[in-house]
């Protein structure tokens, strides 16, 4: 009788120890969410900039660059209209398509990451792959602008580990993103609008896509709503605070 009692509490808690490790692995590597489009790789260690640790209301907002162009330029104009400059991230076979746009987006002051070269999952490849499919977009831009990226954002927003190590150790800052339109979704002007400005905050980045389907009837608004609530936008590297910093492990980048 005294054994099988033995037995029994010997296996309660062996069961209770091996809760316990599966609940305390899960929290270590809880991550934020990236693109909703796709699954990410749970990182070990290594987290990209999701947001900043900030008390000013100073935002970023960004775009992505990928397929189509006809908007681009509107785009810059809304920008313009209000005085804000902001962050393309462009990948490789759009600035083929439309080198034209890469160098307007440069002139009229914008800045311009890095979104690879043909867009892939980035956690899928070698080492040696993501540096050519980084190297390859950076040397692009740098032929048409005279200047060389150091941001990269992942396309889908899909990382590991290896992703942002190797990006850091060769220059880059890996950016994501906190706050996403949803335009890619198509979901309206009004759902797009309140997806942003109900859920920004200081030290917010903000992903829009260049060419989805209501970016232009939405965007004056989302601009507009920001500015009056007294926020700064500004390009992604101008939220970046300066000196020693480390991101945290929901992705805030805090000095």
């Not at 759902?191 to 260049?210: A, E, R, T, Y």
Request: proline share 5%; hydrophobic share 40%.
């Amino acid at each position: 009788m005294n054994i099988k009692l033995n037995k029994k509490t010997l296996l309660g808690a062996m069961k209770a120890c091996l809760f316990a490790l599966t609940a305390a692995i899960c929290t270590l590597t809880l991550i934020p969410k990236g693109d909703t489009e796709a699954q990410m790789t749970i990182a070990s260690g290594n987290i990209p900039v999701y947001s900043v640790d900030t008390s000013e209301k100073k935002i970023a907002i960004s775009f992505d660059a990928a397929w189509g162009a006809e908007k681009t330029s509107r785009i810059m104009d809304i920008l313009e209209e209000r005085d804000i400059k902001t962050t393309f991230f462009l990948v490789g076979f759009w600035i083929d398509a439309y080198p034209d746009k890469v160098e307007e987006i440069a002139q009229r002051g914008h800045e311009i990451g890095n979104h690879s070269s043909t867009h892939p999952k980035m956690s899928t490849l070698s080492k040696e792959q993501m540096l050519m499919e980084v190297n390859d977009c950076s040397d692009k831009i740098e032929a048409l602008t005279g200047s060389r990226p150091t941001l990269f954002r992942p396309p889908y927003g899909d990382y590991n580990d290896s992703v942002v190590s190797t990006l850091r150790s060769n220059g880059y800052e890996v950016i994501q993103w906190s706050v996403d339109s949803l335009d890619w979704k198509n979901l309206g002007v009004q759902p797009m609008i309140d997806k942003v400005v109900k859920n920004v905050k200081p030290g917010s980045i903000v992903l829009f896509h260049n060419n989805s389907d209501y970016i232009i009837e939405a965007l004056p608004t989302i601009l507009d709503a920001l500015i009056k609530d007294g926020y700064e936008i500004v390009p992604v590297s101008a939220l970046l605070p300066e000196g020693n910093t480390h991101v945290n492990n929901a992705g805030v980048l805090m000095q």
